[in-house]
């Protein structure tokens, strides 16, 4: 008898499976041909604003809507890459474009505590970033997984990465990880310390809410999380950890980009600058 009832649940359970793939690819090839081309992330071509320099190299003026400074990977400091990847995805280089364990352990705290916790990967964010819209539809959210699965396929994980430093909005109208050190540090991204990168890293998730300038309170409390999220990776050291949970790091208001500097070694590739040259006397 008990033998007659694991073979009918085995049956069952085989046939939901069965009729849970068939629905699967009946999906896969309803919305695969309707996914857009990849040009816009083989061929990226973000807005640079115009920037109005001095001789000396002082920046005077920037016009545009979006403040950008794009950088390549390879001059993304590994402080900056280890923190994005502690606060938004830290198996990035492990899974597919999607993370199913992240989406399971997800599941399971959205049932315990009955909040609601994303799952979404870096690669999933650049396909909502530069394809998708921001609302909440199941057919939406399986475009952004079929996109990711797509990006994955055709970029490589540091072309990838590259897009989303580039891309991402980091409030104050910054745009990309570059530009957000500028603007609330105003130093290049080459020289942002452990407490600064984490700072940054936490601005994707919720810019308004934890920005640095505005809600300087919330942007700490975001910090403190992703300096734990490194050190729990063994970003940090445990040493370096306990000191910068005793220093406080105040953030520098966005008026600090007003006195960024473009020397031809930190130009924005890209970018368009104009130079003043003071009038000589005759």
Known sequence: MLKR?????????????VVGALLGAFVLALLWPTLPSLEALTDYQPKIPLRVV?????????????????????????????????????????HGGVDYLSVARA????????TQQGAGTITMQVARNFFLTREKTVTRK?????????????????????LYVN??????????????????????????????????????????TFNPVTNP????????????????????????????????HQPVGFKAALKESLSEKDKPAGGKVVKLNPRKGR
């Open 217 to 248: 309170r919330r942007a700490k409390t975001r910090q403190l999380y992703v300096l734990r999220r490194m050190h729990e990776l063994r970003f940090v050291a445990d040493e370096a950890f306990k000191d910068l949970l005793k220093k406080h």
């Open 5 to 17: 009832w694991i073979v009918y649940l085995a049956s069952v359970f085989l046939g939901l499976a």
């Open 54 to 94: 001095s001789s000396e190299g002082d920046l005077l003026g920037e016009f545009g809507e979006e403040r950008r400074a794009v950088v390549a990977i390879r001059d993304v400091p590994d402080v900056m890459k280890q923190a994005i990847l502690a606060a938004e995805d830290e198996r990035f280089y492990q």
């Open 142 to 162: 399986l475009r952004e997984v079929l996109l990711a699965w797509k990006i994955e396929a055709n970029l490589t994980k540091d072309e990838i990465l590259e």
């Open 107 to 114: 599941a399971l705290a959205n049932i315990a505590s009955g």
């Open 167 to 208: 891309q991402i909005f980091l409030g104050q109208r910054a745009y990309g990880f570059a530009a957000a050190s500028q603007i609330y540090y105003g130093k290049p991204l080459r020289d942002v310390t452990v407490a600064e990168a984490a700072m940054l890293a936490g601005l994707p998730k919720a810019p308004s």
